[in-house]
């Protein structure tokens, strides 16, 4: 619970403040068990005095221009349409930079060229339904960073992760999270050299909610980022278990036993045996299957290298780990939209024996799933020999219950995207103006 955020939305209400201090005190109490009434209230009253005096404060530093959309309705997040367009609008306000692979290129990292090899950063966030499960939580982000160093073609060489959780949280939750992270990492041999542990929100979130990140850095000397997707090249996806999508799946949906198929570093082993071998630089691109699912990851690649993706689904089913694809087909959830944790490899037909070779030779299956076409940059999905569109839906294959739900209520796309464009219109208006301030001050 947000004490802060109840009390803004109390005083916009037009509720009294003594009213408000014992209703907020009560609840306070309803969490925080063991604290007395006059320690409740006196919490409640501090809340109240510190949302007045920051409630009213004009300027850059303290608005913004709100865009009336909330991120939940948006789908922020949650690997769709809506997901997509806000994360274009995030690299629109970022703007051109130096970057050899930038934020505008929608790929799994960023690339710096530092004198012959390039420096990759990436960061991943843990799925925000394993807040209760944190060893998974951390095992399964840090192989997630992991994954995005590998697929640009680079070995990592360090990790780091940023730990929140809320103020009623055990502390427990930060070393079942780190022994998460660190078994993966000594696993690969990347260490984990830094971090940061904080509260959510200080003193103004109750409750024990885990969230956090843990990113990554590598060095590469032959990329193999999306915009080396060309006309010609085919696609390669090996097989996949998921991640923290599938298990999460697993323990809100009745089949926590799916959990173990996860817990596995076949991806990763995967990427060093073609890392290793002499057909790695025949590769042009690697993703893995993970925002969104396939239909996701492929039409960001379309967009990304401008082309025509054509994708075969007659043998993507095999592909899908057989515990998993059962619980998949018994809770209805279309595996072409959820995150399996995938890889994705683009090549010329010329390579594909060999990197199969490779891979197979790993313990890990893949076939030939898809062709890079000349013509409209688009994803197009060939089932039962016809042609159909295959582009994100607004939200990721609901995969638990709440997610069904969630799922039945929308509000009108368009509409919510001209909000959307005029919040991040205005962002960038306010970092030109900040901008133009420091630089005057610094001549």
């Known amino acids: 619970m947000d004490v802060e955020e109840f009390v803004r939305m109390e005083i916009a209400d037009g509720t009294d403040e003594e009213t408000i201090c014992r209703n907020l005190a009560s609840r306070i109490r309803s969490i925080k068990k063991t604290i007395s009434p006059s320690f409740a209230g006196a919490f409640a009253r501090a809340v109240i005095d510190e949302v007045k005096n920051s409630g009213n404060l004009a300027g850059d530093f303290f608005t913004m221009d709100p865009a009336g959309v909330k991120m939940g309705e948006f789908g922020v997040g949650s690997r769709g349409k809506g997901d997509f367009f806000a994360h274009r609008e995030i690299a629109r306000i970022i703007g051109k930079t130096s970057a050899s692979v930038g934020v505008d290129e929608m790929d799994d990292a960023g690339a710096v060229k530092v004198g012959d090899n390039y420096v990759i950063c990436t960061v991943d966030g843990m799925h925000s339904r394993l807040s209760d499960f944190p060893f998974l939580a951390g095992f399964h982000v840090t192989r997630a960073t992991l994954r995005d160093v590998y697929v640009m073609g680079a070995k990592p060489i360090m990790l780091f992760s940023d730990i929140h959780v809320a103020d009623d949280g055990d502390v427990a939750k930060i070393f079942d999270y780190t022994a998460g992270i660190t078994t993966v990492g000594e696993a690969m041999d990347v260490p984990l050299v830094t971090g940061s542990t904080l509260r959510i929100g200080g003193d103004m ?239």
């Open 205 to 443: 979130v109750l409750g024990s909610r885990l969230t956090g990140c843990v990113g990554a850095v590598g060095i590469a000397q032959h990329m193999t980022a999306r915009k080396a997707t060309t006309e010609g090249d085919v696609l390669l996806m090996t097989e996949g278990a998921g991640g923290g999508t599938i298990a999460t799946a697993g323990i809100y949906s009745g089949f926590p036993e799916v959990v173990e198929q996860t817990i596995n570093l076949n991806f990763l082993t995967t990427c060093e045996a073609l890392m290793k071998s002499p057909v790695f630089p025949a590769i042009h691109a690697m993703t893995d299957v993970t925002n969104g699912g396939l239909r996701g990851d492929i039409y960001e690649m379309a967009e990304t290298a401008q082309c025509r993706i054509v994708i075969d689904d007659a043998k993507i089913s095999s592909l899908v780990e057989p515990h998993v694809r059962e619980m998949l087909e018994k809770l209805q959830i279309d595996y072409l939209g959820v995150s399996l944790d995938a890889l994705l490899i683009v090549a010329p037909p010329d390579a594909a024996g060999e990197i199969s070779r490779v891979v197979r030779s790993a313990g890990v299956g893949i076939e030939e799933i898809g062709r890079v076409e000349k013509g409209k940059p688009e994803a197009v999905l060939v089932s039962g020999g016809k042609e159909m569109d295959f582009t994100p839906r607004f939200r990721e294959s609901a995969y638990t219950p709440v997610k069904k739900v969630v799922d039945t209520d929308m509000r009108n796309f368009e509409e919510m995207k001209e909000g959307v464009l005029r919040a991040s219109e205005a962002a960038i208006r306010k970092k030109e103006r900040v901008l133009a301030r420091l630089r005057r001050e610094k001549k």
